[in-house]
């Protein structure tokens, strides 16, 4: 069972490399469904889907695991061409468990953040572990 401290440790960890990759990929094109996020958490309500927040908890998982393994490789990089390129293939592989767990980029980060501001998220995200 995934420990909600270690997902919100991985997820703030993600949201903060994955933004930069997000932004860039998006080319700043709003997209309905953030507005709609956007819009039910002004509204005090959360419509997300159990089957979503199942697919979040998949790959904040494998997210959290590529962490793990790439602190510790970069912690030990001898110098910073090669840090940087471990950087890089930590947010490649980041991106693509996001992925593969059924999510975009920017949904992943937009739940990201509510799930950080939302107690009834997290509540929900407990339940479904």
């Given at each position: 069972m995934f420990d909600l401290k270690k997902l919100i440790a991985?997820?703030?960890f993600?949201?903060?490399?994955?933004?930069?990759?997000?932004?860039?990929?998006?080319n700043g094109a709003?997209?309905?469904s953030g507005?709609?996020?956007?819009?039910q958490q002004q509204q005090g309500q959360d419509m997300t889907s159990d089957a979503e927040l199942k697919k979040?908890?998949?790959?904040?998982?494998?997210?959290?695991?590529?962490r793990e393994e790439y602190t510790e490789r970069f912690n030990n990089a001898k110098d910073q061409p090669?840090?940087?390129?471990?950087?890089?293939?930590a947010q490649d592989k980041m991106l693509n468990a996001v992925e593969?767990?059924?999510?975009?980029t920017e949904s992943y980060n937009q739940l990201a953040q509510r799930v950080q501001t939302s107690p009834e998220l997290?509540?929900?995200?407990q339940q479904l572990q």
């Open positions: 991985a997820v703030s993600v949201t903060l490399g994955l933004s930069a990759s997000a932004v860039m990929a998006q709003p997209t309905s507005d709609l996020a956007r819009q979040f908890i998949h790959a904040s998982e494998e997210v959290s695991k590529i090669i840090a940087q390129q471990l950087q890089k293939e593969n767990a059924g999510l975009d997290q509540q929900r995200l």
